[in-house]
C-alpha cells in the first residue's frame, strides 16, 4: 500500500516541546516518583520512553527505570503480519510489581497494542498502576482504552496513515500525516 505525505504535524522542536509537556504531567500527576517506571513499547515508543527519562532526570534529578517491552508474541494478529515474525527481546530487569508504570507509545490507534503490552506487562508483575503516555492519539479506537497524557490528538480518516520517523531509528524527528494512494 502506497502513501504520500500530506501534512506535517510534528517537527523536531515541536516533538521536543511535546515530549516535556508530557513530562511535566507526568511529574505532577505522580507527586512522589521514587516507585515510578517507565516502560516503551518497542521501537519507537522505547525511544520515546529513553526521552521521557531523559527530560525527568534533567528536571527532578532522579533516574527512573527503563524498561522495553516487545509485544509481538501477544498479538492477535501474529499471523497476520509475517509467516516468519522477528520477536525482540524485551529487557525490564527492575520488578515491576507496586510500582507506577509509564507505559509509553508512539500512536494510539484501535488500542491493540496497548492491549497486548497490558497483557506482557502483567506477566513481569503486578504494578501499582500503568498510565499511558503517547505522542499521537489518532482516535478510531476499536477497545475501550485512553492515554493519560497525550502529546497531540490528530483526528484521521481510515484512509490516513500516522508516520512518527525518530532520530534514533530514522535520522529525523517529524510526524506526518500521509494519505493512501489510490491505483
Keep these: 500500500m502506497a502513501f504520500r505525505e500530506k501534512a506535517r504535524i510534528l517537527d523536531e522542536e515541536g516533538m521536543r516541546r511535546v515530549l516535556l509537556r508530557i513530562t511535566h504531567e507526568i511529574l505532577e500527576k505522580n507527586k512522589t516518583i521514587s516507585d515510578l517506571a517507565v516502560i516503551g513499547i518497542r521501537t519507537r515508543g522505547a525511544y520515546l520512553a529513553e526521552r521521557i527519562i531523559g527530560l525527568i ?23 497476520l503480519l509475517s509467516a516468519q515474525p522477528i520477536i525482540h527481546k524485551t529487557e525490564i530487569d527492575f520488578d515491576i510489581t507496586d510500582k507506577k508504570i509509564i507505559l509509553v507509545d508512539d500512536v494510539l ?32 479506537r476499536e477497545l475501550p482504552i485512553r492515554a493519560d497524557y497525550v502529546g497531540k490528538n490528530v483526528p484521521t480518516s ?4 500516522i508516520n512518527v520517523k525518530l532520530k534514533e531509528v530514522d535520522g529525523i524527528d517529524e510526524v506526518v500525516i500521509e494519505e493512501r494512494i489510490n491505483g
Design 57 to 79: 532526570e534533567e528536571i527532578d534529578k532522579f533516574k527512573v527505570p527503563l524498561g522495553i517491552l516487545d509485544i509481538n508474541l501477544y498479538r492477535d494478529d501474529l499471523t
Design 109 to 140: 490507534f484501535t488500542g491493540r497494542t496497548i492491549r497486548c503490552a497490558l497483557d506482557a506487562l502483567i506477566d513481569f508483575g503486578r504494578p501499582k498502576l500503568i498510565q499511558l503516555a503517547v505522542l499521537i492519539d489518532r482516535g478510531h
Design 158 to 161: 481510515l484512509k490516513e496513515n
